[in-house]
């Protein structure tokens, strides 16, 4: 089973930039669809981005649209976030998960079968 190691947390002001990476190991990384989640003090974890197996197809929640990217190197075992214009809402802990499929159209946690410990992201207002 893979195990995922996220890193790029911290805190940044309102309207600013962070670039979160995800490395795997000990698994076939390039098989399956990668995403990311978040989740906020006294919610449930949410779904953010999630992208393919090869990398060619993306899918964001609504509230991340245009402002976060979500991109994968096969070679380097890696999946990044990288998040503009961030705002306080956007504060919470993320997590990479690999996915059960190789497609992206799937955002429930059940469909996950790895997850990393979390990286937190904290904006300030």
Known sequence: Q??????????VQDG????????ASGGTFSTYAMAWFR????K??????????????TVYRNSVQGRFTISRDNGRNTVYLQMNSLKPEDTAVYYCAES????????STQDF???GQGTQVTVSS
Do not use: D, K, M
């Open 44 to 57: 449930e974890r949410e779904f953010v981005a999630a992208i393919n197996h090869g990398g060619a197809s």
């Open 113 to 115: 079968q790895s997850w």
């Open 2 to 11: 893979v195990q995922l190691v996220e890193s790029g947390g911290g805190l």
């Open 16 to 23: 600013g930039s962070l670039r979160l990476s995800c490395a």
């Open 39 to 42: 989740q906020a003090p006294g």
């Open 100 to 107: 059960t499929y190789f497609s992206v159209n799937h955002y």
